[in-house]
Structures are given as structure tokens and as C-alpha cells.
């Protein structure tokens, strides 16, 4: 756990991020020649997400691989210093399970189909939720806790 300023995160901070989840295929790691190496994404049904941040280049590819993804996921406590831990269920919103990590550190990137969606991020005893509707353009949910 980090406890830099959350606004770091856009500076080129480093930043600490590991997800893990159920069985899970993963996938070659993704260069962008522009600004160096992403995580390998991973799948989990229809969905696919990656977590990293890890030194400035990559967290320099994170940055820039934001825009390429529906849905951006950050944590942080209510004072900005980074979380990591973060239990996380994103659901259809026919109620179904389209994701279920942890995400072990703040910045995570998901792509799922186009539809509405409820991610809950639960830590330290705390849960919160966004509702999110993917397929019109990327955004960020941040959650602070």
C-alpha cells in the first residue's frame, strides 16, 4: 500500500497493482510503442480487465491505455493515498456476476460487453458501488474510501 496523493496517479507516479481472480486465461502483454508496457489482460467469462501501474512506464501506459478501454476502475482511501486489496463484483444489470477480482492495487482497466452494470468495491469493512453504463465511450469509476 502506497500512501501517495490519488492525484499522483496522473503524474507518472508509480503506482502498485496486482489482480487476481478466479481461473483466469491470461493473455500476451500489450506494448505501446509510445509508452511502454501494459499487464497482460485477463479473462474471466465475457469480461476482460488489467491491472498495473507498476514503475512510470508502465503506469505511463496505463495513462494512455485508458482511453482504449469502456471502464477504468481507481481506489484510494478518502484522503488520496492509494488502496490496494479491494475486492471488486461488477453485475449485469439483470443481476448477473460479469466479474468478480481483487484488485491489489489502485488502477484497474475492464472491457465488458455494452450495458449497464453495477461495480461494488469492498475494503477494510467499507463497500462501495457505481453504476456505470459501458459502451458509450471510456470512463473512470473512483472509489474512495
Excluded at 6 to 22: E, I, N, P, Q, S
Excluded at 59 to 81: Q, V, Y
Excluded at 127 to 139: A, N
Aim: hydrophobic share 40%.
Amino acid at each position: 500500500m502506497h500512501n501517495r496523493p490519488l492525484h499522483t496517479l496522473f503524474f507518472g507516479a508509480a503506482l502498485a497493482c496486482a489482480c487476481a481472480a478466479g481461473p483466469l486465461a491470461s493473455h500476451a502483454q500489450t506494448v505501446d510503442p509510445g509508452t511502454g508496457t501494459l499487464p497482460a489482460m485477463k479473462v474471466q467469462g465475457n469480461a476482460r480487465f488489467a491491472c498495473g501501474g507498476i514503475g512510470s512506464d508502465e503506469s505511463n501506459a496505463m495513462r494512455a491505455a485508458m482511453k482504449d478501454h469502456p471502464l477504468a476502475l481507481l481506489f484510494a482511501r478518502a484522503g488520496g493515498e492509494y488502496l490496494a486489496n479491494v475486492e471488486v463484483t461488477i453485475k449485469s444489470a439483470g443481476g448477473d456476476t460479469a466479474l468478480e477480482m481483487r484488485a491489489s492495487g489502485p488502477v484497474c482497466l475492464v472491457d465488458l460487453p455494452a450495458g449497464r452494470y453495477t461495480v461494488e468495491a469492498r475494503t477494510e469493512g467499507m463497500t462501495k458501488t457505481h453504476t456505470v453504463m459501458v459502451g458509450r465511450g471510456s470512463q473512470t469509476a473512483d472509489f474512495r474510501f
